[in-house]
């Protein structure tokens, strides 16, 4: 992968760089039965050419028909966007727990996950929820959507500038 | 049990034993009972490491350690470096939760023994210099040092008698540091029981460097209405007077400083300040000090040439302020052993020379560990050299600003670097054109750590650029800040116990701790001040004591303006500085002591106990930072205070947390009859977590306000709380799992009862009994009548 965006954070697992949205959009659409996005308070405030962030994402969580996880005080807005029967409030860290757990039964009661979408959260913050994911399952499959190569990721994007990330959100909603 | 020293002196005797002169016995300790003076033992005084330790696997039956590795490898022996990720093990044997409980228990001994040195000093300096003082708070408080009582089962009566408790701490941490070395502990949950006991030694060594002081320098002793003291880098009076910035946790050389400034009648000459612990202590013994402000201002300040002496001690001092001194020329006074920096030690030399040779330049720094040479060298020299120094600043003027941020190629180094991911590229970006407007809004979210500098290949220093441009704030930030009140007094107990224990004061919201936000250094205002409205006690110290002080309202009022200082409802409570906050969990251990009788000697499980399930306290380490905020965490957690951390916290990578689906973990046994198996509230819900941003804090603060013990007036008070916060701030009409927090109709908020009935029809709600709550089987029948 290229080096994390936070330069220290080098492990001996590390994450694959994602560089083509094709291919992400590939990774997300084949990989994985039971697959969920949790999306992040940051998202309601990071805009790319005017546009929030959290908007790139429902169209995302649209076209692949996922339910979807508010953390932070993310809530509100997605669950207008989407509806109260796709979103579900829940802290990051409650979340990862769950996620962590081979037995937990899933937000539907139809059994634990093996794809977990991010998107929208800090940086430093989710790497660390990352690590608990990669260090402690074997089952689940993660993906970080921000510009961030996340090393705690299995797959990550490559550190984009806001205009880069911009078309790769783009492009990758497009061939979902 | 109590130890003391004992010495017989004659010096001449003439009688029926015959002729005695200068005869002199002494003997090192003579152990005497106190067991009738004030309270039997309880069961664990002194308790050594598995003492408490079915009490921790208790806590962690409910709350099992939460591991977020920040780095996967083991790199503590030369078998390493070991990848423990994934399931592997290093080659001595520990695995990926080993290690994290391992540097977690590492780091809670650290702190732990951070603060224990510093009573410890404190303890020696202040018998050396006042002799055995007693240690007696007024009338008002009887229940002096409750946590020593818990933890240690003795009640100091002077500072001679600390020394007691001080050896149990010290001995502890040796044994506790030991589990650390390889080929020890294996358990991560045992490693996770020694943190916890690593908290209990810091609340004892807290409450002991706090006590000693409060006692022998005569601080506020739990009065409310302390003064209100300046708070902020404009305060100084730079323009008049010669400055002198402290920085750090021990008060001692910046007490002397004050005496000597106060005997000499120099007050309109020099004017002191500090940052960190420091600043709160000495505002508590000199009302002329300034509170410069929180750790995250250091570099800020020096840089700004605002300071014409650096005074430093120990503890959360950036490592870097001798060099940034030498920049600005202001002379460099280290106190402390801890912290000695390679300076000469001049401690023995004449003062005049000391002062000589800083004022002439012939050396830029100093080490003097003797407080009250320190104080003096540090008012003398600031007095002189201030016309030397003529306010030198080492950051850009605006056009060096501009020429340093054309250098910047925008390669994001720097930002990359920042632990806060500041928009580093686009504010350098634009004051290549002059503008310095987003530099100047980014100030406040600025750690002050200078790690951007360290990246830059092209000379160009993001921080300084940042200071250039906050030079105006800097210069203006003047604030109000109420003074550390140190203990919350007996009587304040006993009118609260009650209201507290019942539910109808919703809460104890307890912000302390380090200024590593994620975010603005306001943002915990907008916390505070919600529950201060709500009428929530709340008590803080340290650093927070000081962010939350940041915002004016309208009138021009901080919120230690708006909310009176007594512990009770809608109180705001600054009991000090670091080493004050036992007496926050003092408070708690109080309530089940004084308001409900239960002995505090030595019966540290019974008080945690009844605390996890009546007390509803809850502390928020906003930007906790060092290894002392989590030695902190521990010491309240073991208690069963649960904390709420900021996103920064993560990295410390342990949490404690419980699952509300898990309805196994969620009993109790009844008191009332000795019953087991009865299901509670997931109340509270963790016991160490994290937020992602202050909206989400805010909630969480109130739903960990929920005890299995409120009766149903208090239940139903803190569920209108939790559910109107949820409505503000998270958009939530009902919180998923209400129905899990209500017991009986009567629990229902009454203004809410139509739509919460409706919620709970949908989730086939069946009311339950309302128990008397005990998750210890012995306890469940010792009060049974």
């Given at each position: 992968m290229v080096k994390p965006?936070?330069?220290?954070?080098?492990?001996?697992?590390?994450?694959?760089?994602?560089?083509?949205?094709?291919?992400?959009?590939?990774?997300?659409?084949?990989?994985?039965?039971?697959?969920?996005?949790?999306?992040?308070?940051?998202?309601?405030?990071?805009?790319?050419?005017?546009?929030?962030?959290?908007?790139?994402?429902?169209?995302?969580?649209?076209?692949?028909?996922?339910?979807?996880?508010?953390?932070?005080?993310?809530?509100?807005?997605?669950?207008?966007?989407?509806?109260?029967?796709?979103?579900?409030?829940?802290?990051?860290?409650?979340?990862?727990?769950?996620?962590?757990?081979?037995?937990?039964?899933?937000?539907?009661?139809?059994?634990?996950?093996?794809?977990?979408?991010?998107?929208?959260?800090?940086?430093?913050?989710?790497?660390q929820t990352l690590s608990n994911l990669k260090n402690f399952t074997t089952y689940l499959r993660t993906i970080d959507l921000d510009k961030y190569a996340h090393p705690n990721a299995r797959f990550s994007l490559a550190n984009l500038s806001d205009e880069e990330w911009k078309e790769f959100l783009e492009k990758l909603t497009v061939n979902l | 049990m109590t130890e003391k020293g004992a010495r017989i002196k004659i010096d001449e005797y003439k009688g029926p034993l015959g002729k005695i002169k200068g005869f002199e016995f002494t003997v090192g300790k003579v152990v005497s009972s106190d067991y009738e003076e004030w309270e039997p033992m309880g069961p664990t005084p002194k308790p050594i490491i598995p003492t408490l330790r079915p009490w921790f696997f208790k806590l962690m039956e409910r709350y099992p350690p939460f591991y977020m590795p920040i780095c996967d490898m083991c790199c503590l022996c030369t078998f390493g470096k070991c990848n423990l990720s994934k399931g592997k093990t290093g080659a001595c044997g520990i695995d990926m939760k080993g290690q994290q409980g391992r540097i977690v228990e590492i780091a809670c001994c650290i702190g732990?023994?951070?603060?224990?040195?510093?009573?410890?000093?404190?303890?020696?300096?202040?018998?050396?210099?006042?002799?055995?003082?007693?240690?007696?708070?007024?009338?008002?408080?009887?229940?002096?040092?409750?946590?020593?009582?818990?933890?240690?089962?003795?009640?100091?009566?002077?500072?001679?008698?600390?020394?007691?408790?001080?050896?149990?701490?010290?001995?502890?941490?040796?044994?506790?540091?030991?589990?650390?070395?390889?080929?020890?502990?294996?358990?991560?949950?045992?490693?996770?029981?020694?943190?916890?006991?690593?908290?209990?030694?810091?609340?004892?060594?807290?409450?002991?460097?706090?006590?000693?002081?409060?006692?022998?320098?005569?601080?506020?002793?739990?009065?409310?209405?302390?003064?209100?003291?300046e708070l902020g880098m404009g305060t100084l009076d730079t323009e008049n007077k010669a400055t002198i910035l402290m920085i750090g946790h021990n008060v001692a050389p910046g007490i002397e400083l004050a005496d000597y400034m106060r005997e000499k009648e120099l007050e309109d000459k020099v004017d002191v300040g500090a940052i960190c612990c420091t600043a709160i202590d000495l505002t508590r013994y000199y009302e002329g000090a300034k509170v410069v402000g929180s750790l995250s201002r250091q570099l800020k300040y020096i840089r700004s040439g605002l300071a014409d002496v650096v005074m430093v001690d120990e503890q959360c001092v950036h490592l870097r302020t001798f060099e940034e001194a030498k920049k600005v020329n202001a002379p460099y006074?280290?106190?402390?052993?801890?912290?000695?920096?390679?300076?000469?030690?001049?401690?023995a030399d004449p003062t005049q020379e000391i002062i000589d040779d800083l004022v002439s330049g012939k050396v830029?720094?100093?080490?003097?560990?003797?407080?009250?040479?320190?104080?003096?060298?540090?008012?003398?020299?600031?007095?002189?050299?201030?016309?030397?120094?003529?306010?030198?600043?080492?950051?850009?003027?605006?056009?060096?600003?501009?020429?340093?941020?054309?250098?910047?190629?925008?390669?994001?180094?720097?930002?990359?670097?920042?632990?806060?991911?500041?928009?580093?590229?686009?504010?350098?970006?634009?004051?290549?054109?002059?503008?310095?407007?987003?530099?100047?809004?980014?100030?406040?979210?600025?750690?002050?750590c200078g790690r951007c500098e360290g990246e830059c290949m092209h000379g160009v220093s993001p921080l300084d650029l940042i200071i250039f441009a906050g030079q105006e704030y800097i210069r203006n930030e003047k604030f109000n800040m109420r003074a550390g009140r140190g203990p919350i007094q007996d009587t304040e107990i006993r009118n609260?116990?009650?209201?507290?224990?019942?539910?109808?004061?919703?809460?104890?919201?307890?912000?302390?701790?380090?200024?590593?936000?994620?975010?603005e250094i306001q943002e915990l205002y907008i916390l505070v001040e919600e529950f201060l409205i709500r009428g929530y006690i709340v008590c803080v110290s340290g650093c927070a004591a000081m962010d939350i002080a940041l915002v004016k309202n309208e009138e021009g009022e901080t919120l230690y303006d708006r909310f009176p200082g007594d512990f009770d409802r809608g109180g705001l409570v600054n009991v000090g500085s670091c080493v004050s906050n036992p007496h926050i969990c003092g408070a708690a251990c109080k309530v089940a002591n004084i308001f409900a009788r239960r002995p505090l000697r030595g019966n540290y499980e019974e008080i945690a106990d009844y605390i996890l399930n009546r007390v509803g306290a809850v502390g928020v380490a906003w930007g906790a930072m060092s290894q002392k905020a989590a030695s902190i965490a521990s010491s309240a957690n073991g208690l069963g205070i649960p904390a709420v951390c900021g996103p920064h916290s993560a990295e410390y990578r342990r949490m404690y947390l419980g699952r509300t689906d898990n309805d196994e973990v969620w009993t109790a046994y009844n008191a009332r009859d000795g019953t087991s198996g009865h299901p509670v509230a997931p109340a509270p819900e963790h016991l160490l977590t994290t937020a992602e941003s202050i909206e989400q804090a805010i909630v969480l603060c109130a739903k960990l306000c929920i005890r299995p013990a409120?009766?149903?007036?208090?239940?139903?008070?803190?569920?209108?709380?939790?559910?109107?916060?949820?409505?503000?701030?998270?958009?939530?009409?009902?919180?998923?799992?209400?129905?899990?927090?209500?017991?009986?109709?009567?629990?229902?908020?009454?203004?809410?009862?139509?739509?919460?009935?409706?919620?709970?029809?949908?989730?086939?709600?069946?009311?339950?009994?309302?128990?008397?709550?005990?998750?210890?089987?012995?306890?469940?029948?010792?009060?049974?009548?």
């Open positions: 965006y936070q330069k220290p954070n080098i492990n001996p697992d590390m994450g694959v760089t994602v560089f083509e949205p094709e291919t992400m959009a590939n990774i997300l659409k084949v990989q994985g039965k039971r697959k969920l996005f949790i999306i992040g308070a940051e998202s309601l405030t990071w805009e790319l050419d005017g546009k929030k962030l959290v908007d790139y994402f429902i169209e995302i969580v649209k076209k692949l028909d996922v339910p979807v996880v508010a953390t932070g005080h993310s809530y509100k807005y997605l669950s207008e966007k989407l509806g109260k029967d796709k979103v579900t409030m829940m802290s990051l860290i409650n979340i990862t727990q769950r996620l962590s757990d081979p037995n937990w039964k899933g937000i539907d009661g139809n059994g634990q996950y093996d794809m977990a979408i991010f998107g929208g959260h800090i940086v430093f913050y989710v790497s | 732990a023994s951070c603060h224990s040195a510093h009573g410890d000093h404190l303890i020696h300096h202040l018998m050396h210099k006042f002799g055995d003082v007693p240690i007696n708070f007024g009338d008002k408080i009887e229940v002096e040092m409750p946590m020593t009582r818990l933890i240690v089962g003795m009640k100091p009566e002077n500072l001679s008698d600390c020394l007691e408790a001080m050896k149990w701490v010290q001995n502890t941490i040796t044994h506790l540091l030991s589990a650390g070395h390889t080929g020890q502990e294996s358990s991560y949950l045992d490693f996770e029981s020694k943190s916890f006991l690593a908290g209990l030694c810091d609340n004892v060594g807290m409450e002991i460097a706090d006590a000693v002081q409060i006692a022998a320098f005569g601080f506020p002793k739990g009065e409310a209405d302390v003064p209100i003291v006074i280290a106190t402390n052993e801890k912290r000695m920096e390679g300076l000469p030690d001049r401690t830029k720094g100093v080490l003097i560990l003797n407080p009250e040479k320190a104080g003096k060298v540090a008012v003398e020299v600031a007095i002189k050299v201030k016309p030397i120094r003529k306010g030198k600043k080492s950051i850009p003027d605006r056009e060096e600003a501009i020429e340093m941020a054309k250098k910047c190629i925008s390669c994001g180094n720097c930002q990359r670097n920042c632990p806060n991911d500041l928009p580093l590229i686009d504010a350098i970006e634009a004051a290549k054109d002059g503008d310095f407007k987003l530099l100047a809004d980014i100030s406040e979210w600025c750690l002050d609260v116990g009650a209201p507290i224990v019942f539910g109808e004061i919703p809460g104890i919201i307890a912000p302390i701790g380090c200024a590593n936000y994620a975010k409120d009766n149903t007036k208090g239940r139903m008070i803190k569920i209108t709380h939790w559910m109107d916060l949820s409505r503000k701030y998270l958009g939530v009409n009902i919180p998923d799992e209400l129905e899990k927090y209500i017991r009986v109709e009567a629990d229902i908020p009454i203004n809410m009862k139509t739509e919460i009935l409706e919620y709970l029809k949908s989730k086939n709600w069946e009311p339950r009994e309302v128990l008397d709550p005990t998750i210890v089987e012995r306890l469940s029948k010792k009060y049974i009548k």
